[in-house]
């Protein structure tokens, strides 16, 4: 089964062709970059009006990469939520029109599936139960699954994500955009031990993330310190360090008492050479297996939400229940497939 995965939930347009849910034919990714990084954030309507101008040529090219034309797709996946409501609406519209016409079935996809099924792309793919990690620019949680589309949100962040720290503090400091590649980058030659940062405490929850006070704990530290130049790599390493200290906290314990037999990172922030090296250490300390995809699979890509709307495809027997009508959610919680179609 051949499916096109469309994805325009924040400031990438991105198309991919992928086969049975594990083979990226080909995968595009029109980053904007270069239109936000001078405001220091996305600006939503800008990201929108690009989306049109780009996502019919980035669709295109995806169909001739993989050397395919539409008549080839047996369905279009497309992520409907959560993200901007502009850049959403435009790739659903997309999809739903192409879908249409084609007279193929429509399949919508949370963008944070989309993230999670990043790690079925490939050969070797993990095994059930599995307990995912997904750290983006707008979500930190923690996601158990017992089986294909059976999603259980067991943390979450109760104020900023990770991602949304990391870019915050880059920009603060003066690093590049988006600040979390720059800042993972300098804190590699900084000393995550000169500057403490307490790990929250957070009420109702031992497993529940918050990463505004850490946030703000650096920026301090960078002002106490007249903004010196020579205090950046140590401030770099140490908030980088506290940020995943955070997201790993109860990762060992989770694992342990819930039977998983695999743990999977993904979004973003999955991108982040401590995560990715502490994550890897745990792992293999209690030898479960650990996915993390490639960098340019964290970050935000069609070939997720194709290799995620294959699954669902499968699992449901079904596609979107509301068709030509389906509409893109800002704020789409996530639900196990077949619940979010009753
Ligand atoms: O998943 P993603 O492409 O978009 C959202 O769904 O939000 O994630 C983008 C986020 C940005 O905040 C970016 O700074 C962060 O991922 N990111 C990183 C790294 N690479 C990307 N954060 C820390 N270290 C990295 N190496
Ligand atoms: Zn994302």
Redesign the pocket.
């Known amino acids: 089964m051949i499916v096109l995965g469309i994805d325009t939930?924040?400031d990438?347009t991105s198309c991919a062709v992928v086969k049975d849910g594990r083979q990226a034919l080909s995968n595009i990714v029109s980053s904007q970059t270069s239109l936000h990084s001078k405001y220091g954030g996305v600006v939503p309507e800008i990201a929108s009006r690009r989306h049109l101008e780009v996502l019919i040529p980035v669709s295109h090219e995806a169909l001739a990469q993989a050397g395919v034309t539409i008549k080839d797709i047996d369905a279009v996946a497309v992520t409907n939520g959560p993200?901007l409501l502009g850049s959403l609406l435009v790739g659903v519209c997309y999809a739903k029109s192409l879908a249409y016409a084609a007279g193929i079935p429509l399949i919508d996809v949370h963008?944070l599936a989309g993230?999670i099924y990043a790690n079925f792309l490939g050969e070797k793919v993990p095994e059930f139960p599995l307990l995912n990690l997904v750290?983006?620019?707008?979500?930190s949680e923690l996601i158990f699954m017992e089986s294909h589309g059976r999603f259980s949100v067991i943390a979450e962040t109760r104020d900023d994500?990770?991602?949304?720290v990391?870019?915050k503090v880059?920009r603060e400091i003066g690093l590049g955009f988006?600040?979390?590649?720059y800042?993972?980058?300098l804190a590699e030659t900084g000393d995550p031990h000169s500057i403490p940062f307490p790990l929250p405490k957070i009420r109702g929850s031992k497993y529940d993330y918050s990463f505004s006070g850490i946030k703000t704990r650096a920026l301090l530290e960078f002002e106490s310190g007249g903004k010196a130049e020579r205090l950046k790599p140590d401030l770099a390493a140490s908030f980088?360090k506290a940020v995943v200290d955070q997201l790993l906290h109860a990762v060992e314990e989770l694992l342990i008492n819930t039977g998983a037999r695999s743990f999977a990172i993904s979004?973003?922030?999955a991108?982040?050479?401590l995560?990715r090296r502490e994550s890897r250490k745990l792992a293999e300390e209690l030898n479960i297996p650990l996915f993390a995809p490639p960098?340019a699979l964290?970050?935000?890509n069609g070939a997720m939400i194709a290799a995620a709307g294959y699954y669902k495809y499968k699992v449901t027997d079904c596609c979107s229940p509301e068709g030509p009508w389906l509409n893109p959610l800002a704020g789409l919680e996530m639900q196990s497939w077949g619940e979010d179609m009753q």
């Open positions: 939930s924040c990438d993200g963008h993230h750290v983006s620019g707008g979500h994500a990770a991602g949304e990391f870019d880059a988006p600040g979390g590649p800042l993972d980058k980088r979004g973003g922030v991108a982040n050479t995560l960098k964290c970050t935000d």
